[in-house]
């Protein structure tokens, strides 16, 4: 019962606790819950606005928004981390509850270069200048990119057999818990849920008939997409909230000095370099399925961890047959253009994830220059099927012939360095200004120098995950990983 904005589903509500046990929903709602896993948390900050944030990772993004582009990489746009895309070329059909999400299927929007000498040289980049494999030309001549084609009939094993697309399949109702844990509808799960929380009788529940859209604030009882996001990552009744309201780095290592103010021993700032800040800001793009996956579900706020725990939990019987979980599970981080970039957090190598990711072009005439990521659709020229894969060539920062858009140098990143950053405990970012600094330690109200105290941390993959934790759920992020717990225990209690 879904329409393109709009997907209906049934509700069993505890009239005398006012509360949703679950909700009865079809594959477009399912398939939405799923999808928000791939979500870019840049993505999700802008959808939710900053003050809507648990933790202080929402300054992070209003740091780079207000950063001037005078610090930025030439090659680097800020919109890659702040409106990164969201990587669902095969979810094509998933329901749009999002706003600011279109196209979901956002590689028809991207562009890819091949070879401008030759079009037998069989290469594709995404980075406009680079060389060519084969004779070291300038790739600057742009391809056609032909999106999942579902309903071609000579398309590899991998394609769908139906037209229903999404993830899960269709014609199955699912039980969603006020918790925002997925399963296949049962009767016997149903009967355990409502002895869980001691329903004594058939008339303590009533039935409800809701409509779930994008956002339309007016009608009471409509469901909104951004406020299931918002109240899957605040709260464990999600259901009912939205029912019932209205360069001093080796590999793995980064140095970075703190300034702490003794007496509270609180962090007022840190003065970074490029290493640090391009790790920071290049957590807006990671994607909610991966810090679920690093956070482990029980330190996630909210209860968008259960969305995970279903989906893997979930029988692959019920996932489209084109689809893999790991693609929401363990979604690739689209980081081609910041090779460079500290690898701070773990598993999550290679950050250029294209390098492993296929492309293909006409199987029969080689200057039929197209290209697509689904084995077998047809080619837009001769309508023959792109079997034949293609090469592809990662971004080269040290390209010389390589066109504006590439870097001049060889840093790398998102930021510029030879510059000293100011990073807040709450990650605030911008370049370092004795000002600023000044006007800080006015704002904590310290007396005098004698007051602070300097310390040189150095910054590794288990503070990388205790940082992305902190900025998720606290607003002290550097005090929290960086002082030890009892030390700052001993600093609030009274003398």
Known sequence: MATKNKVSLKLLIDKRSNRVLF??????????????????????????????MVGCIGNLYESLENLNEAYMQPNQSKDLLLKPT??????????????????????????LYGCSYSGNHRCVTDQRGSPCSNCKNSMTYELPFIGTNTNNKSASNTATSNSEGGFVKGLVTYMVTDDLSVSPLSMISGVALLNKFSVKGFGALKEKMVEFGIDEPLIVFLWQGVELLKASLQSKTA??????????????KVSLKLLIDKKANKVLFAEAGKDFVDFLFTLLSLPVGTVIRLLKQPAMVGCIGNLYESLENLNEAYIQPNQSKDSLLKPTVPLTQLAHVPLLLPDTLPLKPEAGRKLYGCSKYSNHRCVTDQRGSPCSDCHYSMNYELTFIGTNTNNTSAS????????????????TYMVTDDLSV????????????????VMGFGALKEKMVEFGIDEGVELLKASLQSKTALTSVFLAKDEIKDAAAPN
């Open 86 to 111: 969201v990587p669902l070329t095969q979810l094509a059909h998933v329901p749009l509850l999002l706003p600011g999400t279109r196209p979901l299927k956002t590689e028809a929007g991207r562009k």
């Open 404 to 419: 504006n858009t590439a870097t001049s140098s060889s840093e790398g990143g998102v930021v510029k360095g030879l510059v």
């Open 239 to 252: 259901l009912t909230n939205i029912s019932f309201t209205s360069r001093m780095a080796t590999e793995n």
């Open 430 to 445: 911008s370049p370092l200004s004795m000002i600023s600094g000044v006007a800080l330690l006015n704002k904590f109200s």
């Open 23 to 52: 909700a009865e929903a079809g594959k477009d709602f399912v398939d939405f819950l799923f999808t928000l896993l791939s979500l870019p948390v840049g993505t999700v900050i802008r959808l939710l606005k900053k003050p809507a």
